[in-house]
C-alpha cells in the first residue's frame, strides 16, 4: 500500500527545491556548498539538488506505479482547505492508472531533462533561477496529475501556466521571449476562462462534483443529465485546447521555444502540453457521457493536419519539432474522441520520450552549430554522432517506422478510427493517415538538412548575415564549435533515443512476452481502470484489446516510408520537381510560412486593432470625457452657483440698501395687489 | 451594565498618541531621524496589539469581544456610547490595517518635506481607520470614518506629486459628498420610533439589542430602500463602485507611496466592511425592502465594474494609475460576492460573503505592495510613463521579484491570496447570478492581459526604450535597500500563507459573517 506520504512526497520534492533554489540558495554561505562543489560556486548546488528531488520523485513514482499495477486504483482522504458551512473545498489525492502512468512519465523526462540541463545550462547567469522555475514546474505538473478535486486540479494548472510564463521568458533581456511568454499564457489563460466557468456551472449543480471519484459515480449512477455533462466538458475542452495547442488556440506554442531548448523539452513532451490530453483523459466519462466527443475528434483530427501543414516548410529545427507536437496532441485528442482512451494514453507514454529526445538532441546541435536555423546548419553527423544516431531514431520513431514506439502508439490510434463507425471517424483516419505522410516527409527533412551535406556556416554565418541586411540578430546565436555535447547532454539524449526505440513494443506488445503480456499497456490502463470503464463492453471500445490492423499499419508505414523517401529526394536531387510546378506551390509556401496568417488575425487585427485601438480606447475616453466630466461639469456648476450666490452677502451696504428697498417695494406691492 | 478590556482603545489611540507627541515634541527641533523612528516604532506597537487581537479572538466563543463601554449618551429615546468591540469579521481588518500601517511607515522613510507633520498625519489616518473597524455604535463610527478625510487631504495636498492639490480636493470632495448620504441614512435610523439604540450589533453582555433586530419588521422613518440607497452610496463612492470611481485614479496617481499603499490597503476595506456590516447587517428582514431585493442591481453593477476598470487599466500608461484603475475591477469581485445575498441557499450567502471579504484583505496586501514596488521603483527611475521605461529587472532583480509576486497575486495565480479570494467570490456567486458571474471571470482573462503587458514594458527586455530613461542614467540604477525589504516582506508573507492556507483568516472571517447572517 503506498502511503499518501509518498505521493506528496513526489509532489513535494520539487517544490522543495524550487523553494530552496529560490530562496534559503542565496542565503547559504559558500562553504556550505563544499562538498558538491564542482566547479567552485554554490549555484552548482541547484542544479545537482534539483537533479536529485526529480530523481528520488522519479523513484517514487515508480513505486507508485508498481502498486497501482498490484492493487489498482486508490483514492486518499480528502482534506478540508477552505470550509465554511455549506462551502467545503477539499484537496485529496487520487492514484489511478493515468495518474500512475503520467506520474512516471513526467518525473522520469524531468529528471533526464534536469540533467542535461545541469550542462545545458552551464555559465548562464540566471543557473540558479533556472533550476528554481523548473523544479516548480515540475511539481505542479506532478501536482496537476495527483488532484483528486477539480479545483485542486485547477490550482495546479494554473501552476503550470505560469511556470511556463516564467520559463519561456527566462532570459528576460530579450524583447521576444517577454512576448512569447506573455502569448502562452494569455491565450491559455483566455482558454482557461471556459475551464474555470466550466467548474463554477460544475459546482452550482452539484457541490459534490468536485471531487472526482463522486462525479465519476454521479455518472455512473445516472444522476447527471447530459445536457448538464455537455456544457462541463465544453467548458473542459475549452481548457484542454488552450493547455494543449490545439487548433484554433494553436499560435502561442511555436513562439514558446524562445525559452532555453531544455524547458522547450519539458514542454513539448511530458508536462504543459500533455496537461490538455490529460483533462480529456481524466473526465472521460463526463466527455463519453455528453454530446460533444465529435467536437473533440474534429479538433484533433484538423490540428494533427494542420499543425503538420506548417512544420513542412519550417526553417528553424525548433520550429518544426513545435508544430509536430501540437500535430501529434492532435492524434491524442481525436483518439480521446472517438473513445480510444486506451491508445491516446499509449501516445502520449510514447510520445514523451521521443519528443524529448528530438528536443534534448536539437539543443545539442545548437550547442555545436550556436543555431536553430537549419539553413546555416548541416554535415553535423560526422561530429556529433550520439546526437545525430538518437535525432533518426526518434525521427524513425515519430514517423512511425516499425518496431519504434511511435508505430506501436499512432498506429492503435489510426486502427481505432478504423474501426469507428461514424463518418467522423473516418474523417479523422484520413486526417491521421495525411498527417503521418506529412510527419515522416518534415522529420527527414529536418534531419537531412541538418546533419547532411555541407556544413553552411552556423550562428556566426547567420549573424553576419543578418547584420549585412541591416537588421538587428536577434540573441541566441552563437559561435560555432563543432563537437560532441558534454556527457551531461548526451547521455539523457541516449537515453531517451533507447526508450524511444523500446518503450512501444515491450509495454505494450502484440503477443505474450515472457516478462509483459499481450497488451499489457491498454489493459493497465483501461481494464483495470474500473471507475472509469465499467462493464467490458465499455473496457473493449475504449481499447483495451487494441485491434492491431495490419492493413492500417501497411498503409501508415508506406505513407511514412514514401515521406522519408521524398525528403530524401527533394534534398540530395535538384530538379525532381520542375520549376513551373515549384513556383505554382509558392504562394502556398507562402501562406504556410506564414503560419495561415493566424498571429496576424490575433495579435495585429483582433487584440491590437480591435481591442485596444478601438474598444478599449473608447471605453478610455468614455470614462475621461464621459464619466469624470460629468464630476467636473457638477463642481463647476456648484462653484458657479456658489459665486452668483455669494454676491448676496458681498459686504456692500449700499447694495443691501438698494436690495432692501425694492424688496419692501416689491413686498407692499404684493401684499397690497393680494389684499385686495 | 459596562465593560471596559482597554485593548482596542489603546490600538486605536496609539497612533494619535504618537502623533501628539510628535506635535508636541515640535519646539526641541528633533533631528527628523529620530521622529522617523518614533513614528516607525509606533506602528509596529500597533502593528503587535493588532496581531494580539486577531489571535486572541476567541473562536469558539464568537460574538463581540474586547469591549471597550463608555455611555455617553443615556436618553429614553435613544441610547449612544462609545463602545468598541470586534467580532469576526473586524479582527482580519484590525491586523489588515496594523500590518499596511506599519508598511506605510516603514515605505515613508525616506521622506524630506516636513517630517514630522507628515508621520503627523499618517499616524492619525491610521488611528481613524483602525477607529472605523472596530466602532460599534453608529455615530462613533460616523466620526472616524469622516475623520480620515483630514490627514488624506493634508497627505496628499502637500506630500503628493502631479495636481496634488485638484486630486486631494476631489478625494475630500467625493468622501464627503458619500458621507453627507450616510449621515441622512444615521438620522432616519435615528429618528424611527422603534430604535432606541444606535449599536450596530447585538451585545447580550451589556444586555443591548442592536439596529439590525430592533428594526426588523418595523416601519421606518422613511422607506427602507431609500435608507439602504443611502448608507450604499456613501460605501459606493468609497469602494468605488462603478460610476462613482473617478476619484481612486486620481488620488492615487498623485499621493507619495504611503498613502497609496494605506489608500488602496485599507481605507477602500472601510467601504466594504460598511457594506457587510449596514446595508447586509441592517437590512435583512427590514419592512417593504431587503437587501436581497437589490442583490439582482448590484450584481450587475459589479459585473459592469470588473469589466470596465479592467478595460481601462489596459489602456493607462501611468504605473500608478494603472493600479488604481485595477483597484476599481478588483473591488467589483467585492461587490459580487456581497451579491451572493440574494441566493437562496445559506451556503451561497456565506461562502460569497466570505469571499468578498478575504477579497478585501487579500487585495490590501497585493496592491499594498505593488504601490510600494512601483513607488521604490519610481524613487529611482523619476518616472512612472510605461513606455519610457523597460529592462529594469537587469537593474533591480529584488524589486522585480516582488512585483512580480504582486502582479501574480492579482492576476488571480493560485497559491497566492488573489486566487482564493476571487475562486470562492465566483463559486458562490454563479449559482445565484450566473451571468453577471460568467461576466466578471473574464475580468480575470484582462488582468492577466494588463499585469503581464506591464510587467513586458517595464522589467522585461535589455534597456529602456528610445526616448526613455537615458542610458548613462540607467546604468546608475540601483536595487531596493536592505530595509525596505522589511515593509516588502510585512506584506508579501501574508500573500504566500493566505494563498496556501487561507483558513488562517477565513475561519475567522465565517465566524463574524454567520453572526451577522440571520
Same mark, same amino acid.
Given at each position: 500500500m503506498a502511503s499518501e506520504l509518498t505521493i506528496w512526497l513526489i509532489i513535494l520534492l520539487p517544490a522543495f527545491a524550487f523553494v530552496f533554489n529560490g530562496l534559503l540558495l542565496r542565503w547559504?554561505?559558500?562553504?556550505?556548498?563544499?562538498?558538491?562543489?564542482?566547479?567552485?560556486?554554490?549555484?552548482?548546488?541547484?542544479?545537482?539538488?534539483?537533479?536529485?528531488?526529480?530523481?528520488? $520523485?522519479?523513484?517514487?513514482?515508480?513505486?507508485?506505479?508498481?502498486? =497501482?499495477? $498490484?492493487?489498482?486504483?486508490?483514492?486518499?482522504d480528502m482534506r478540508s482547505w477552505i470550509a465554511i458551512s455549506g462551502v467545503d473545498i477539499q484537496f485529496g489525492i487520487m492514484l489511478d492508472q493515468l495518474t500512475a502512468i503520467m506520474l512516471v512519465v513526467v518525473s522520469g523526462v524531468s529528471f533526464l531533462v534536469q540533467l542535461y540541463g545541469v550542462g545545458y545550462m552551464h555559465g548562464d547567469d540566471g543557473y540558479t533561477r533556472y533550476f528554481s522555475y523548473m523544479a516548480l514546474f515540475t511539481a505542479s505538473m506532478l501536482g496537476l496529475v495527483t488532484a483528486r478535486s477539480v479545483i485542486q486540479l485547477f490550482v495546479f494548472w494554473e501552476l503550470v501556466g505560469i511556470s511556463s510564463y516564467l520559463l519561456i521568458g527566462f532570459w528576460l533581456n530579450r524583447p521576444s521571449a517577454a512576448a512569447a511568454a506573455k502569448k502562452a499564457f494569455?491565450?491559455?489563460?483566455?482558454?482557461?476562462?471556459?475551464?474555470?466557468?466550466?467548474?463554477?456551472?460544475?459546482? $452550482?449543480?452539484?457541490?459534490?462534483?468536485?471531487?472526482?471519484?463522486?462525479?465519476?459515480h454521479a455518472i455512473t449512477a445516472g444522476a447527471m443529465a447530459v445536457s448538464v455533462a455537455s456544457w462541463i466538458a465544453l467548458g473542459f475542452l475549452l481548457g484542454a485546447m488552450g493547455k494543449s495547442a490545439q487548433f484554433p488556440l494553436h499560435s502561442w506554442l511555436p513562439d514558446a521555444m524562445e525559452g532555453p531548448t531544455s524547458v522547450s523539452a519539458l514542454i513539448h513532451s511530458a508536462t504543459m502540453v500533455t496537461a490538455g490530453v490529460f483533462l480529456v483523459a481524466r473526465f472521460f466519462p463526463l466527455f463519453e457521457h455528453s454530446d460533444i466527443m465529435f467536437l473533440v475528434t474534429v479538433v484533433g483530427a484538423v490540428t494533427a493536419v494542420f499543425a503538420a501543414s506548417m512544420a513542412l516548410v519550417a526553417d528553424d529545427i525548433k520550429r518544426v519539432l513545435a508544430y509536430s507536437t501540437v500535430s501529434q496532441l492532435g492524434y491524442m485528442m481525436f483518439a480521446l474522441g472517438v473513445g480510444a482512451y486506451g491508445a491516446a494514453v499509449f501516445h502520449l507514454f510514447t510520445h514523451a520520450f521521443f519528443k524529448a529526445c528530438l528536443f534534448l538532441a536539437a539543443g545539442s546541435v545548437h550547442h555545436a552549430g550556436g543555431?536553430?536555423?537549419?539553413?546555416?546548419?548541416?554535415?553535423?553527423?560526422?561530429?556529433?554522432?550520439?546526437?545525430?544516431?538518437?535525432? =533518426?531514431?526518434?525521427?524513425?520513431?515519430?514517423?512511425?517506422?516499425?518496431?519504434?514506439?511511435?508505430?506501436? $502508439?499512432?498506429?492503435?490510434?489510426?486502427?481505432?478510427?478504423?474501426?469507428?463507425?461514424?463518418?467522423?471517424?473516418?474523417?479523422?483516419?484520413?486526417?491521421?493517415?495525411?498527417?503521418?505522410?506529412?510527419?515522416?516527409?518534415?522529420?527527414?527533412?529536418?534531419?537531412?538538412?541538418?546533419?547532411?551535406?555541407?556544413?553552411?556556416?552556423?550562428?556566426?554565418?547567420?549573424?553576419?548575415?543578418?547584420?549585412?541586411?541591416?537588421?538587428?540578430?536577434?540573441?541566441?546565436?552563437?559561435?560555432?564549435?563543432?563537437?560532441?555535447?558534454?556527457?551531461?547532454?548526451?547521455?539523457?539524449?541516449?537515453?531517451?533515443?533507447?526508450?524511444?526505440?523500446?518503450?512501444?513494443?515491450?509495454?505494450?506488445?502484440i503477443f505474450d512476452l515472457g516478462f509483459a503480456n499481450k497488451h499489457a499497456f491498454a489493459t493497465f490502463v483501461v481494464e483495470r481502470n474500473t471507475d472509469v470503464f465499467h462493464d467490458h463492453e465499455a473496457q473493449v471500445h475504449a481499447g483495451s484489446e487494441p485491434k492491431f490492423d495490419p492493413l492500417i499499419a501497411g498503409i501508415s508505414t508506406v505513407l511514412a516510408i514514401g515521406g522519408i523517401a521524398i525528403a530524401w529526394l527533394l534534398a540530395?536531387?535538384?530538379? =525532381?520537381i520542375p520549376a513551373s510546378v515549384e513556383k505554382m506551390t509558392l504562394p502556398f509556401q507562402n501562406l504556410l510560412r506564414r503560419k495561415y496568417y493566424f498571429d496576424e488575425l490575433y495579435e495585429d487585427l483582433i487584440v491590437s486593432r480591435g481591442f485596444y485601438s478601438y474598444f478599449a480606447r473608447l471605453v478610455d475616453r468614455l470614462d475621461i470625457s464621459g464619466f469624470d466630466n460629468v464630476n467636473i461639469q457638477l463642481y463647476r456648476w456648484t462653484d458657479r452657483a456658489g459665486r452668483a450666490l455669494a454676491k448676496v452677502q458681498d459686504g456692500q451696504v449700499q447694495t443691501y440698501g438698494i436690495v432692501s428697498v425694492v424688496g419692501l417695494i416689491v413686498a407692499i406691492v404684493i401684499f397690497v395687489v393680494v389684499a385686495q | 451594565m459596562s465593560e471596559f478590556n482597554g485593548i482596542l482603545t489603546v490600538t486605536v489611540f496609539l497612533p494619535a498618541l504618537a502623533a501628539l507627541v510628535i506635535l508636541l515634541a515640535k519646539p526641541f527641533n528633533l533631528e527628523d531621524r529620530i521622529i522617523r523612528w518614533f513614528a516607525i516604532l509606533s506602528t509596529v506597537a500597533t502593528f503587535v496589539l493588532s496581531l494580539i487581537i486577531f489571535l486572541a479572538y476567541d473562536r469558539d466563543a464568537g460574538g463581540v469581544q474586547f469591549i471597550d463601554h463608555i455611555s455617553w449618551l443615556s436618553a429614553e429615546t435613544i441610547k449612544s456610547s462609545y463602545l468598541l468591540g470586534v467580532d469576526g469579521l473586524s479582527a482580519p481588518l484590525v491586523l489588515l490595517t496594523g500590518l499596511l500601517g506599519m508598511a506605510a511607515a516603514f515605505a515613508s522613510r525616506n521622506i524630506e518635506l516636513r517630517v514630522s507633520e507628515y508621520f503627523i498625519w499618517l499616524l492619525l489616518l491610521e488611528a481613524a481607520v483602525m477607529g472605523v473597524f472596530v466602532s460599534l455604535d453608529l455615530l462613533l463610527f460616523f466620526v472616524f470614518f469622516e475623520f480620515e478625510v483630514i490627514p488624506m487631504y493634508m497627505l496628499i495636498s502637500i506630500w503628493g506629486t502631479g495636481r496634488p492639490r485638484y486630486s486631494a480636493m476631489k478625494f475630500v470632495l467625493f468622501t464627503l459628498g458619500g458621507g453627507a448620504f450616510m449621515f441622512v441614512g444615521i438620522f432616519a435610523v435615528y429618528l424611527t420610533g422603534a430604535v432606541d439604540t444606535l449599536t450596530m450589533v447585538d451585545v447580550p453582555k451589556l444586555g443591548i439589542t442592536g439596529i439590525p433586530e430592533q428594526i426588523s419588521g418595523v416601519s421606518l422613518i422613511a422607506p427602507a430602500s431609500l435608507i439602504f440607497a443611502f448608507f450604499l452610496v456613501a460605501f459606493a463612492v468609497k469602494l468605488p463602485v462603478w460610476p462613482l470611481h473617478n476619484w481612486l485614479p486620481d488620488a492615487h496617481t498623485d499621493a507619495p507611496t504611503a498613502v497609496s499603499v494605506m489608500l488602496a490597503g485599507v481605507l477602500l476595506k472601510m467601504a466594504g466592511y460598511g457594506m457587510i456590516r449596514i446595508n447586509i447587517g441592517f437590512f435583512q428582514e427590514t419592512n417593504g425592502f431587503t437587501v436581497h431585493d437589490a442583490a439582482g442591481i448590484l450584481s450587475v453593477i459589479a459585473a459592469v465594474s470588473v469589466v470596465y476598470g479592467a478595460i481601462v487599466t489596459i489602456r493607462q500608461t501611468d504605473m500608478k494609475r494603472l493600479i488604481a484603475y485595477s483597484s476599481v475591477s478588483h473591488m467589483g469581485f467585492v461587490l459580487l460576492g456581497l451579491t451572493a445575498i440574494g441566493g437562496s441557499t445559506a451556503a451561497n450567502q456565506l461562502g460569497g460573503i466570505?469571499?468578498?471579504?478575504?477579497?478585501?484583505? /487579500?487585495?490590501? /496586501?497585493?496592491?499594498?505592495?505593488?504601490?510600494? !514596488?512601483?513607488?521604490?521603483?519610481?524613487?529611482? /527611475?523619476? /518616472?512612472?510613463?510605461?513606455?519610457?521605461?523597460?529592462?529594469?529587472?537587469?537593474? !533591480?532583480?529584488?524589486?522585480?521579484?516582488?512585483?512580480?509576486?504582486?502582479?501574480?497575486?492579482?492576476?488571480?495565480?493560485?497559491?497566492?491570496?488573489?486566487?482564493?479570494?476571487?475562486?470562492m467570490v465566483f463559486l458562490n456567486s454563479f449559482p445565484v447570478w450566473p451571468w453577471a458571474a460568467s461576466v466578471s471571470a473574464f475580468g480575470v482573462v484582462l488582468a492577466a492581459g494588463y499585469v503581464l503587458w506591464m510587467i513586458q514594458r517595464t522589467f522585461f527586455g535589455s534597456r529602456p526604450a528610445e526616448g526613455g530613461i537615458p542610458n548613462d542614467k540607467y546604468e546608475e540604477l540601483t536595487d531596493a535597500e536592505p530595509l525596505d525589504l522589511i515593509p516588502i516582506l510585512v506584506l508579501t508573507i501574508p500573500i504566500f500563507v493566505i494563498g496556501i492556507w487561507p483558513k488562517v483568516v477565513v475561519d475567522v472571517f465565517k465566524i463574524g459573517i454567520e453572526g451577522i447572517l440571520r
Open positions: 547559504l554561505p559558500e562553504i556550505a556548498a563544499g562538498p558538491f562543489r564542482l566547479t567552485g560556486k554554490k549555484s552548482d548546488l541547484a542544479g545537482w539538488l534539483t537533479v536529485v528531488a526529480v530523481g528520488v $520523485s522519479f523513484v517514487l513514482s515508480f513505486l507508485a506505479l508498481l502498486e =497501482v499495477v $498490484s492493487d489498482g486504483t486508490q483514492y486518499f494569455l491565450m491559455t489563460r483566455f482558454a482557461d476562462f471556459g475551464f474555470l466557468l466550466a467548474i463554477l456551472y460544475l459546482y $452550482s449543480v452539484d457541490p459534490s462534483w468536485l471531487d472526482i471519484q463522486e462525479m465519476y543555431t536553430f536555423n537549419m539553413n546555416y546548419l548541416g554535415g553535423l553527423k560526422n561530429h556529433m554522432k550520439i546526437t545525430y544516431w538518437a535525432m =533518426v531514431i526518434a525521427s524513425l520513431s515519430l514517423a512511425g517506422i516499425i518496431p519504434l514506439s511511435g508505430f506501436w $502508439s499512432k498506429d492503435e490510434i489510426l486502427a481505432h478510427a478504423a474501426h469507428g463507425d461514424s463518418g467522423i471517424a473516418m474523417f479523422a483516419l484520413l486526417m491521421g493517415l495525411l498527417g503521418a505522410l506529412m510527419t515522416a516527409f518534415y522529420m527527414f527533412r529536418a534531419v537531412i538538412k541538418t546533419f547532411h551535406g555541407e556544413f553552411r556556416g552556423g550562428g556566426g554565418k547567420e549573424r553576419e548575415d543578418i547584420e549585412a541586411s541591416g537588421e538587428v540578430p536577434p540573441e541566441g546565436l552563437e559561435h560555432v564549435h563543432l563537437g560532441e555535447s558534454p556527457w551531461t547532454m548526451t547521455v539523457p539524449i541516449a537515453i531517451l533515443a533507447f526508450l524511444a526505440i523500446v518503450i512501444g513494443f515491450f509495454t505494450n506488445p540530395t536531387r535538384t530538379g =525532381v | 466570505n469571499g468578498a471579504a478575504l477579497q478585501m484583505f /487579500t487585495h490590501g /496586501t497585493i496592491t499594498g505592495l505593488a504601490f510600494l !514596488m512601483v513607488g521604490l521603483a519610481y524613487d529611482r /527611475t523619476h /518616472t512612472r510613463h510605461i513606455p519610457h521605461l523597460g529592462g529594469l529587472w537587469r537593474r !533591480m532583480p529584488i524589486i522585480g521579484i516582488f512585483f512580480f509576486i504582486a502582479g501574480f497575486a492579482s492576476l488571480g495565480l493560485p497559491a497566492l491570496s488573489g486566487f482564493v479570494s476571487e475562486i
